[in-house]
Nanobody, 112 residues
Framework: QVQLVESGGGLVQAGGSLRLSCAASGSNFRFNAMGWYRQAPGKQREVVATITTGGTPNYAGSVRGRFTISRDNAKNTVYLQMNSLKPEDTAVYYC??????WGQGTQVTVSS
């Protein structure tokens, strides 16, 4: 069993930045690829970024160049640095182990 707790969401103006954190329980964090997903009202959940156990990132086209995913295995934490935020980035952001474990989500709202 893995527990994931996201934090760092909030309200920001367009062009601003936020950093999301996801703290994972358990000793096997470093063996899990991790991902950030988001779900906007009335839309399906979509992948934002993923990171392999070795630290290789992959990004959705809509955020490439603006968002950066990273991980700190010593802290059992994965991060999502979000820059140049746009109103269309407004959503609930979730982290996942990619093996079926999800956090509760954190709201990100970008005002125009």
């Amino acid at each position: 069993q893995v527990q994931l707790v996201e934090s760092g969401g909030g309200l920001v103006q367009a062009g601003g930045s936020l950093r999301l954190s996801c703290a994972a329980s358990g000793s096997n964090f470093r063996f899990n690829a991790m991902g950030w997903y988001r779900q906007a009202p009335g839309k399906q959940r979509e992948v934002v970024a993923t990171i392999t156990t070795g630290g290789t990132p992959n990004y959705a086209g809509s955020v490439r160049g603006r968002f950066t995913i990273s991980r700190d295995n010593a802290k059992n934490t994965v991060y999502l640095q979000m820059n140049s935020l746009k109103p269309e980035d407004t959503a609930v952001y979730y982290c996942s182990t990619l093996t079926g474990f999800w956090g509760q989500g954190t709201q990100v709202t970008v005002s125009s």
